[in-house]
């Protein structure tokens, strides 16, 4: 209790999206902060800190990590926690934020019991899916609002960069067009966890190597509880360097590393990748439910930064992580997406956004534009699956300058910058 009393708050930087203050407590629910490891859910937490104290003092908020290791991560821990604040400030918080509790025993039914019993609003949160909506324990259901938390997008990675760009001027001035470009590139390649944003250039790749072991180990192996550590991580790496997948090939694959596990254990393993946040498989867009589950699905990670530094290949796939990029985006907004191919497998589509069960809008995502080969490829594959689809919101995101390229219409061309930015 001491050492929060004089806490010094660390510097803050700001996020678009940021913790609701106010609403959910006179509901007597738990504000539940959700989101892969890293992706700043503490700094967003100790940001909503520093806003309350403007108004309230210490005696009114209380903050505890569970990461801390000096916390024993016992149910004692959470049923003391209450009466030490009140014997050492004479009252009890109006505001209590309890930060990676997820590993705590019984600490949904100790949030319960300070729901029921007292005029507290409780902030918690997790690494892991078992903090989400369609996991919390069945005394937090209906008692809960959950937020997600997700990579820094890239006007936040231009904040934690201390850079600003016109996004005006890029097109005219190839000055800020450098500058957009270098800089983008590096958000391309590295992603948007905030410590990897803040870091030298020379530790990116460690950090994101440590971050790896930490969730197949933390995350997944003592959540699960399993032994083996190889065959999980070299399924991971194989999902890594793959654009489709499928349990099938995975399988294949791993028998032919000589890995020998069956298919029910590597359906698991996708299962507790998804759980941690890491991946995000994106499914075939088909009315027939029987295509949408044969069809294999793409595979795309919560950040770029795992794909560079945990793929095999030599040569950077700058297509690939755009397209990763953008189906990120389309996660932080809450948007539906799958991907699209015709039978003959001669049309693809990279997202098809998806409302109320029809055809929103179509995207491709295209890195180089410039040739005209690839327009004729691209363009086409647009067209036709929007008539198929029975959809005109066709767009194609590029990296190239976006108004030198003539497209047919309905199609809108649009840039890096006019999409990120």
């Known amino acids: 209790m001491a050492e929060w009393e004089q806490k010094t708050l660390p510097e803050i930087y700001p996020r678009e999206e940021e913790i609701s203050l106010s609403g959910f407590g006179q509901l007597k629910k738990a504000l539940v902060i959700t989101g892969f490891r890293r992706t700043g859910k503490t700094y967003l937490i100790l940001s909503a800190v520093s806003k309350l104290l403007r108004k309230y003092s210490r005696k009114d908020i209380f903050y505890l990590n569970f990461e801390d290791e000096r916390i024993p991560a016992a149910t004692q821990t959470l049923t003391e926690l209450l009466p030490a604040f009140q014997a050492y400030f004479g009252r009890k918080p109006k505001f209590l934020f309890l930060d990676e509790v997820q590993n705590v025993p019984l600490w949904s039914k100790y949030v319960r019991r ?90 990116k790749m460690n950090i994101l190597h440590e971050y790896f072991r930490t969730v197949i180990r933390r995350e997944i192996m003592e959540r699960f509880g399993l032994r083996n550590e190889e065959p999980l991580k070299t399924t991971a790496k194989l999902l890594l360097n793959s654009t489709y997948f499928s349990l099938s090939k995975i399988y294949r694959d791993l028998k032919s590393q000589g890995v020998k596990i069956g298919k029910n254990t590597i359906n698991n393993y996708f299962s507790y990748f998804v759980s941690a946040y890491l991946f995000a498989p994106m499914a075939h867009f088909s009315f027939s439910l029987r295509h949408r589950l044969t069809r294999p699905q793409k595979a795309f990670f919560i950040d770029n930064g795992f794909i560079t530094a945990l793929s095999t290949k030599f040569s950077q796939n700058a297509g690939r992580l755009l397209e990763n990029l953008v189906a990120g985006h389309f996660r932080a907004k809450g948007r539906e997406a799958c991907y699209f191919q015709n039978e003959r497998k001669t049309d693809e589509v990279d997202f098809v956004v998806i409302k109320k069960g029809q055809a929103e809008e179509l995207i491709q995502v295209c890195f180089d534009l410039t040739d005209r080969e690839t327009q004729k490829r691209e363009f086409g594959a647009l067209l036709r699956t929007g008539k198929k689809l029975h959809c005109g919101n066709l767009k194609i995101i590029t990296a190239g300058q976006a108004e030198k390229i003539v497209s047919p219409a309905p199609i809108k061309v649009i840039s890096l910058a006019d999409f990120f930015l």
């Open 114 to 203: 300070i729901l029921d019993n007292e005029n507290i609003q409780i902030f918690l949160t997790g690494s892991s899916s078992k903090m989400s909506s369609f996991e919390l324990p069945t005394e937090l259901r209906g008692r809960s609002l959950e937020q997600k938390i997700y990579p820094l997008n890239f006007r936040e990675f231009l904040i934690f960069k201390n850079e600003t760009l016109d996004k005006k001027k890029i097109s005219y001035y190839p000055e800020e067009k450098a500058r957009f470009d270098f800089l983008f590139n590096e958000y391309l390649c590295f992603g948007g966890l905030p410590e990897i944003v803040r870091a030298r250039p020379e530790d």
